[in-house]
């Protein structure tokens, strides 16, 4: 009955690995995110997805890739992972593009040794 | 552009007592604007939001925002406090026609007996 839910939870792994978030919604909505908290709690929007479609791209590495195969799924993909990239990413769905909360995954905990 | 100030980056309460937590924001356009909740190692979840009408918003547990405009400042209150509403607390703003939340910086809630 998880409405956004991402694999895995916890996600250890050694400089220069490439690694893959996967993130689920059953909620129906057609927009979906990812975002990155730091260790100091911070929120930053790195995508946003609508119906398949890249609408928001900020200033992120391009060893960053997302993937949306359905409208239900979007997933991350990071390339030759930095210490750096060690943070928490959060996926999160809305209804809609304009004005809709957005519901979030429990988070991936990324620790980059 | 649209951004959210978080003043208080902690405040501790003792249990029972009224709380108000700050949220100040600018826009040059329209805003929606939310509160969301987030417990340890977990996701965010939305306590309330402001799209329009009254200016008086309530949530669940408990808490109400009210939206001043003149002062642009959209703050959280709760008037009695429990231990588990110990969490950290984001404020949001929504431009009107842009499609991405940005989060203040978090005000850690610490209930204590």
């Known amino acids: 009955d998880t409405a956004v839910s991402q694999t895995p939870k916890y996600l250890v792994t050694q400089m220069g690995n490439d690694k893959s978030i996967k993130c689920e919604q059953n909620?129906?909505?057609?927009?979906m995110y990812w975002y990155k908290q730091d260790s100091k709690k911070f929120l930053k929007i790195m995508f946003s997805y609508n119906n398949k479609e890249l609408i928001i791209n900020e200033t992120v590495p391009n060893r960053f890739s997302p993937k949306s195969p359905d409208k239900a799924h979007l997933n991350l993909h990071i390339n030759s992972l930095e210490l750096g990239d060690s943070a928490v990413y959060f996926c999160?769905?809305?209804?809609?593009?304009?004005?809709?909360?957005?519901?979030f995954g429990n988070g991936t905990r990324l620790t980059v040794t | 552009a649209q951004s959210v100030t978080q003043l208080d980056s902690q405040v501790p309460v003792f249990e029972e007592a009224p709380v108000e937590l700050r949220c100040n924001y600018s826009s040059s356009v329209s805003v929606y604007l939310f509160w969301y909740v987030q417990y340890p190692n977990q996701g965010l979840q939305l306590l309330l939001k402001y799209l329009s009408g009254s200016t008086l918003v309530k949530g669940i547990n408990g808490f109400e925002a009210e939206f001043n405009k003149s002062q642009t400042s959209f703050h959280l209150r709760k008037p009695s406090v429990h231990i588990s509403d110990t969490a950290e607390y984001f404020c949001a703003v929504l431009n009107s026609g842009y499609s991405t939340l940005t989060f203040g910086k978090g005000t850690m809630l610490l209930v204590s007996p």
């Open positions: 999160a769905s809305s209804q809609t593009i304009y004005n809709s909360p957005l519901h």
């Open positions: 909620l129906g909505h057609d927009t």
